[in-house]
């Protein structure tokens, strides 16, 4: 546990969401504060802005844009997907990062993003310590995904559940709106978990949600889908709603639209499989199959950055998360990730703690099995119970000619 | 010009709004205060409701749940997709509707809706003066669109329209946040009238729109689009976001996507021709002919219902539209459409008045060739300062449970 001195690097990583600029505004505003740290700096598009010595002095920014920050989606410095090699097997990017750390006494380092992102995090962190300079590193979760390992929920779950949830039940009342009934098929994020569908499952709660819900955690078998479909709609004069997750896969391990395209042997008019989404797909299959009017409904890339719509709960704890990574890193802590542990009792408390990096950046977390209901009938109350905190109150930026007001760097480079 | 007594019939028809429930709570709250009004109906799904004699007595209904329908979306009562017959060719719907009139003495009718349904409300109007049965029929305007003639604009379009620029803004960021650039290609609603994709430049003007806007009162080049979009992609990095509309259609005066699908002969798996939206088709032509990564997003339903993003002036006037409707009708008139007039000066104020029914019937009101800018920019400051006004303030539903309270009617039958 070492109190260094020196500069402090940020990057954001991965998939965006509508609090990940939360985490950055408590990162800078508690940085900027602390006597230890000498100068801010935040990297452009993630790992990839220190590996080009492209980064942003955050100490010329007003405070009041820094502020803003907290309800601006998506990533202010701009994000990467960029995977480091393990470095016993190549060690440039990690000999490449240490000289910029060295050049510019970086001495803490914090990283926001999913597993990917805690991957690089964690391996940056092991070659820092094995080369002996001694910087503090602190990685601060996000994904709307919810998939962190050791974690009570991440920061971005939160405002993408309530978007899901909310849009869930303004589309039932769409959807159901004529006599004559409709298929709706609406595709939720989540490649290998399920926990933003899964809060459609909060709309159902208020009495308008999906009829079906189906989780990349159970195996899809279009058979039974098209009953559960076909039974819905007999006995609901044609009005049913699904709710399903882009990464819902067969038992042969494929993912739904990829089986279909494959068993139809769809090719699009330029000769590739079709492209199209699951929920289209499917649409087509129960338009075919089951007839009447069908509609395929993607959330799309909204429901990620719909910060209008973002959790009050949420937006605080993305801020505390970046704001405690500072602090614990400022009493000498180095190789961690801040994790949200939710204290005992009735009333909703998030305590922030530390946790082994390396744990969070090979593990996924999914929805515990005796959380899901039999039948691809949504989950039960213990889920209810875990998410319906998290997506409480209301915050958004304030609003100029009706319309948000987001955060405006300056974005001076270093 | 009459003031009849009797009761009052309400209908909702065809697609929904986030603000049309208002309109019903302005016709309500203000008929159960009128001492000429007897009784007050609300008919279930639109003139179908009528037709079936099926119709809810909304004097058991509680004030507050009424109040709640202002932030309620879609059409509480159920809507409804059917056209009358000329009555010179079919009066078999008009004599039931004049008998179900005469049985339950209904002496007030106001139906709301677009121009289908204002088509509706014109003829059952004519029908009534030609037999002599005295009935104060007003029409109450509604649609996304904004399509309706002689209406500075129509209630529901602020509010979608404040949809649109608010993701739009939020998509922009999430579009552009890595290095590596991305095509966005944005469908928006509006089949024949580009008002509500326009609503897109909102957002650039405010900094975060779209690079490229395309509206059905322009013929489509796919070409020119093709030629568009590789240029912005070829000056900023590979980020080109493109907002169009469903409607857009070729000089052949085909849809986009028909012309697109019949040019390929694409077919899907199952030998039709290939459903997917205009936004999907253009971009599997921009991935193919330009290359790169391409999104597709559709606004779809969420742009109509997405309440929680409603204007408070939108939902103002909608009410208020609704309120006048009864008013005006209680004062004696009838065979109108209420309408809005913007008064003159700075201050933005909206008059109510009246038009002849048969004006809206059968016109469609497009954006005027003047506001829309070449080459595909977007909109001119004339639509700015025009639409400005329409998406100020904020009104949604009260929250329970961090999720809307939507009014809960209890729909006595009558």
New interface residues.
């Given amino acids: 546990m070492k109190n260094l001195v020196g500069a402090c690097m940020f990057g954001q990583s991965g998939g ?1 969401t509508s609090v990940i600029n939360s985490s950055a505004a408590g990162v800078f505003i508690e940085a900027l504060n602390q006597k230890n740290i000498t100068a801010v700096y935040g990297a ?2 993630g790992i ?1 802005g220190i590996l080009n010595e492209d980064f942003y002095d955050i100490g010329k920014e007003d405070v009041k844009e820094l502020e803003l920050l907290k309800n ?4 202010a410095l ?4 960029y995977k480091l090699k393990d470095a016993d097997v190549d060690d440039t990017d990690y000999k490449r990062i240490l000289e910029v750390f060295k050049k510019y006494n970086i001495r803490y380092f914090f990283y926001n993003g999913g597993n990917d992102s805690m991957d690089t995090c964690n391996k940056v962190s092991k070659y820092l310590l094995k080369s002996g300079y001694e910087c503090n590193i602190i990685g601060v979760p996000k994904t709307i995904d919810n998939d962190l390992y050791g974690t009570d929920h991440c920061p971005g779950y939160g405002s993408a559940a ?1 978007y899901v ?3 869930m ?3 039932f ?3 159901t ?3 004559k009934g409709q298929v ?1 098929i609406v595709e939720i994020m989540g490649r290998n978990a399920g926990w933003l569908t899964a809060a459609a499952s ?2 159902s ?2 009495g ?1 949600g999906p009829d079906l819900i189906y989780l990349p955690e159970q195996v899809f078998d279009v058979d039974k889908f098209l009953k559960q479909v076909a039974d819905v709609v007999a006995k609901n004069n044609g009005k049913c709603i699904v709710a399903l997750s882009e990464g819902i896969k067969t038992a042969e391990g494929l993912y739904v639209a990829e089986a ?2 494959a068993g ?3 090719k ?3 000769g ?1 499989a ?3 989404g699951v929920a ?1 797909t499917l ?2 299959l129960v338009k ?1 199959k089951i007839g009447g009017k069908v ?1 395929a ?6 429901q ?6 973002a ?1 009050k709960n949420d937006v605080e704890e993305a801020f505390n998360a970046g704001k405690y990574a500072v602090k614990y890193a400022c009493e000498g802590n180095t190789d961690k990730m801040v994790v949200f542990k939710r204290a005992e009792g009735k009333e909703y408390k998030i305590n922030y703690e530390l946790m082994d990096i390396s744990l969070a950046a090979n593990t996924e977390k999914k929805i515990p099995a005796e959380w899901i209901l039999p039948d691809n009938k949504g989950l039960s109350q213990a889920y209810i119970d875990y998410a ?1 905190p998290l ?4 915050s958004k930026a304030p ?6 007001r ?1 955060a405006k760097l300056k974005k001076v480079r270093v």
Same sequence: chains 1, 2.
């Fill in positions: 965006p452009a598009h990839q601006t989606p998506s990533s701009g994000s990467v997907r309530k949830a909310t849009t039940m303004e589309l009342l769409d959807a709106v004529y006599d709706t909060l709309a709660y208020k308008y279909i395209a139809n042997s769809a699009d008019s330029f590739h079709q492209l199209g289209a649409a087509n075919e509609r409904v993607e959330f799309s890339l909204m990620r950055c719909g910060a209008h719509l959790s319906l997506i409480q109150g209301d609003l100029e000619d009706g319309l948000p987001f």
